[in-house]
Each structure stands twice: as structure tokens, then as C-alpha cells.
């Protein structure tokens, strides 16, 4: 069990990276705003159910409930992440951020 929850975490550190890797690349926010959208509610929901795997080593009923709360919270982030992201997008969309285009110099 103990290294299923490293397996996940480890996965988890590698999307964030990727992520962050895609912030720093790509050209707009529109494209940044996804890679972060999208990396993000993986690699947080792949750590979160890593550390409550890790947290039933010792299986008792508190720890039980503990990684319930947990798994939880990973609900939570998936679900809220990718709304918080649209909400950002056509913000930006209404205030005028314009997209990218091939051909286009970056600001």
C-alpha cells in the first residue's frame, strides 16, 4: 500500500512539473490557463488520494475517517478547479484579452 501512495504522489509531482512547464511555454493566457487548469486538478488529486492511501498504513477506524476527509477534499479540488478555470477564462474573455495567433508577435 505504502508504495501505490508513492507511486501516486511521485505521478502526481510529475503532472505539477509538466504544468509549470506549460505555464512557462506556452504563448497566451488562454493556452497557460489550460495547461495550469488541467495539470492542476490531476496532479492535486493524484497526491491527495496518495497521502490517503499512505495515511490507512495503520488500518483504524480514525484513520479510516481521516482518508475519507481527505478523498473528500480531492473531490472538492476536481470539481472546483476546472470551474475556477472557466471563471477565469471568460473573465478574461469579456475584458478583452485577446488570443494568440500564429504569426502574431508576443507582447
Known sequence: MTLVA???I???LFFFAIGV????RFPDFYSRLHAA???DSLASVLVIVGVALYNLHDFSFANVLVSLKILLIA???YVASPT???ALTRTA???GI???EKGKKRR
Open 98 to 100: 485577446e488570443p494568440w
Open 75 to 77: 473531490v472538492f479540488i
Open 21 to 24: 512547464l506549460g505555464i512557462l
Open 93 to 95: 474573455l469579456v475584458l
Open 37 to 39: 487548469g488541467k495539470s
Open 10 to 12: 511521485l505521478a502526481g
Open 6 to 8: 508513492m507511486l501516486l
Open 84 to 86: 475556477a478555470t472557466h
